[in-house]
């Protein structure tokens, strides 16, 4: 909330990191979360216990835990050099977890040397569709990078709704949606062509589906209705 704020930024997140990141992951990021953070801390506290060793990773556990515990009520974890930091710690941390192969039994050490190679092939994989989905986000992006510079040089409005729609078909993004539904209501208002008016409700309805309550959302479908003079849909949005 912009009024409670203390310092000069911008507060549009929850302030809580773990609210936060289930809003933005779902609750399975946020599961894979909490057993990632869980397994690592849980088994240094157990090797601490069972081996009496207190080294210097315990300057990271120590630090770790109070970012986490901190990030329950601040969202100092969406910072991108603290959650680095964060994650360099639990690399360090769990350096220190090891595990004594000489009491592991034939089973044992051969279901470890299956977790040792699946485990990088799953990292592979999922490496593998992460890249393809940053350079759809890229593409996405120099596609609605395109549109702006089309509107800035005057071009026909077709044009620029070319490549916010091949933005859009890449990256469904709620500002992509808006930016489209902006620009139909205006030629609509400067045409008077229904076309236009119809496109910007299919809009609509496509962000309602991405983001039920996005404010922006009802101020276009509320403009949409009162532009068909369909009233009563109207006020049954505000």
């Not at 329950?72 to 680095?84: E, G, H, K, Q």
């Not at 710690?89 to 009491?103: A, H, Q, R, Y």
């Not at 859009?168 to 489209?180: G, R, S, T, V």
Request: charged share 15%; hydrophobic share 45%; aromatic share 16%.
């Amino acid at each position: 909330y912009d009024v409670y704020k203390s310092s000069p930024y911008i507060s549009r997140e929850t302030h809580s990191f773990y609210l936060q990141y289930l809003l933005d992951s779902g609750i399975f990021g946020f599961i894979i979360l909490f057993i990632v953070l869980s397994y690592v801390l849980f088994r240094f506290m157990k090797h601490t216990y069972l081996h009496k060793e207190y080294s210097y990773s315990m300057f990271f556990f120590i630090f770790v835990l109070s970012i986490l515990l901190h990030s329950l009520y601040d969202f100092n974890m969406s910072f991108v050099y603290i959650a680095s930091i964060v994650f360099l710690s639990l690399g360090c941390i769990s350096s220190v977890i090891t595990i004594n192969n000489n009491k592991l039994s034939h089973t044992a050490l051969f279901s470890k040397l299956k977790i040792n190679i699946a485990f990088p092939l799953v990292l592979a994989v999922v490496s593998i569709i992460i890249l393809f989905n940053s350079l759809q986000f890229i593409q996405s992006k120099q596609e609605f990078q395109k549109a702006n510079l089309e509107l800035q040089t005057n071009s026909r409005l077709h044009v620029i709704l070319d490549h916010i729609d091949k933005s859009i078909d890449l990256q469904p993004a709620p500002h992509y949606l808006i930016y489209k539904m902006d620009l139909l209501i205006k030629a609509f208002q400067q045409t008077s062509n229904l076309s236009f008016l119809d496109e910007a409700e299919k809009t609509a309805e496509q962000l309602v589906k991405i983001e039920p309550y996005n404010r922006n959302s009802y101020y276009y479908r509320i403009q949409i209705e009162n532009f068909k003079e369909n009233f009563e849909k109207s006020l049954a949005l505000c």
